[in-house]
């Protein structure tokens, strides 16, 4: 289904409208990326409906919108999170493809400056990659689960996810967060190899593998809507 798109009173604020199938009431939610607040909605609900859900919401949302953080394009100059630490982004000469580190700056060498966030993204993705792999795999065999595929996207609702065919998804902006928050969602969702719910049998298997997993789950919680405010792209 196509989505909707709602213009609330306040002319600054328009609400786009999902609808779905699996959706059995109104959600509202406030997207960390700067873009619009989004309605998930059932099927056949009235749109009369759906406006006045939104009147009830009408005080959380814009104080939704204001804690939200400001969107960051990833440019030269800017500086990003990696691995929980900050960094510039420079701009070199050079014929190095993928970014590198050097001190306190992420450098970039030759190519289009204006590409530099496109380069980042994929240098990003492949980070993600590369530290999630191993740590699931490991976790896995810890539980003696086993994992079909794993997959890196930019997933906006969850940091990771686990299929009934044991295929892992991870955000690959957990690069940006700092190892022990990365090292923690890996070991959740290989957990949800054995135990695909949040019951106490799970957290045990989340204790045994990583004891200081509160910890980690706190930061997400605090810091990471912040990892979805950098844009990769000006457009």
Partial sequence: MSDELIQLDDPEISVVIRRSKRARRLTLTVPHDGGPPRVTAPPRIAASEIRMFLLRQGDWLRQAIDRAPEPEVVQIGAVILVAGRTFEITSRSGVRKSPFIAGDQLIIQGGNPAAAGKRIEVWLKEVARAAL?????????????????????????????????????????????PPAVLDYVAAHEAAHLIEMNHGPRFWALVEGLRPDWRDQRSWLRREGSALHRYRFSAS
Avoid: Q
């Avoid at 699931?136 to 686990?162: F, H, L, Q, Y």
């Avoid at 065919?165 to 957990?174: C, K, Q, T």
């Fill in 133 to 177: 792999t191993p740590i699931a795999e490991d976790c896995a065999n810890a539980v003696g689960g086993r994992i079909g595929k794993i997959t890196i996207r930019d997933t906006k609702g969850r940091w990771g996810s686990c299929s009934s065919a044991g295929n892992l998804n991870f955000s690959w902006r957990l690069a940006m967060a």
